[in-house]
């Protein structure tokens, strides 16, 4: 129950799109310019805000008893969780030693800081109270796609990011 208390007052650690926000400055600075300060230094507030991120998928997983998927706010949350994991794991099993280094995590941190900035600012419409789960999520195989339809949207808005940026570099002479 402490937990719980702790968790709402602390806005489902929904501020934890400053750290992605800050992360991305840096990331920007290492990309374009390639400065390997910028770049690490953008690594390592990448990583603390993902830090922050799973521990409140955890802990929200923890107080419900249950994978946090059962409304839009868990979905949001858990889908650029879930997008950030792959980023930070195909950056370090393979692109930290290519010229695609920084771009998946520098696509990661815009859309879970634009997930978390929804989370945060819109409460109305993503309501972040901890509920039952509703019972047309008790079929294991609708769960499953439930999740798999939240990641891959995720995957998604982070490709779209990342097309983006590379779209922007053609357009502007690299």
């Given at each position: 129950?402490?937990?719980?208390?702790?968790?709402?007052?602390?806005?489902?650690?929904?501020?934890?799109?400053?750290?992605?926000?800050?992360?991305?400055?840096?990331?920007?600075?290492?990309?374009?310019?390639?400065?390997?300060?910028?770049?690490?230094?953008?690594?390592?507030?990448?990583?603390?805000?993902?830090?922050?991120?799973?521990?409140?998928?955890?802990?929200?997983?923890?107080?419900?008893?249950?994978?946090?998927?059962?409304?839009?706010?868990?979905?949001?949350?858990?889908?650029?969780?879930?997008?950030?994991?792959?980023?930070?794991?195909?950056?370090?099993?393979?692109?930290?030693?290519?010229?695609f280094r920084g771009l998946l995590p520098l696509g990661a941190a815009v859309t879970a800081?634009?997930?978390?900035?929804?989370?945060?600012?819109?409460?109305?419409?993503?309501?972040?109270?901890?509920?039952?789960?509703?019972p047309v999520l008790h079929d294991v195989w609708l769960y499953i796609h439930t999740s798999?339809?939240?990641?891959?949207?995720?995957?998604?808005?982070?490709?779209?990011?990342?097309?983006?940026?590379?779209?922007?570099?053609?357009?502007?002479?690299?």
């Amino acid at each position: 129950l402490a937990g719980q208390i702790w968790y709402f007052e602390a806005d489902q650690l929904s501020r934890g799109w400053l750290l992605y926000m800050f992360s991305i400055i840096f990331l920007l600075l290492g990309v374009v310019y390639r400065w390997k300060w910028a770049m690490w230094t953008g690594f390592a507030i990448f990583f603390a805000a993902f830090g922050v991120q799973t521990f409140a998928v955890g802990l929200r997983w923890w107080i419900s008893g249950r994978w946090p998927n059962s409304n839009m706010f868990e979905a949001v949350t858990t889908a650029s969780w879930f997008g950030v994991l792959c980023a930070a794991f195909l950056e370090v099993a393979w692109l930290r030693k290519t010229a695609f280094r920084g771009l998946l995590p520098l696509g990661a941190a815009v859309t879970a800081m634009v997930a978390l900035m929804t989370a945060n600012f819109l409460p109305v419409y993503l309501n972040p109270n901890i509920s039952n789960m509703m019972p047309v999520l008790h079929d294991v195989w609708l769960y499953i796609h439930t999740s798999v339809v939240v990641v891959g949207g995720g995957l998604v808005v982070m490709g779209a990011v990342t097309a983006t940026l590379y779209v922007a570099y053609r357009l502007f002479g690299g």
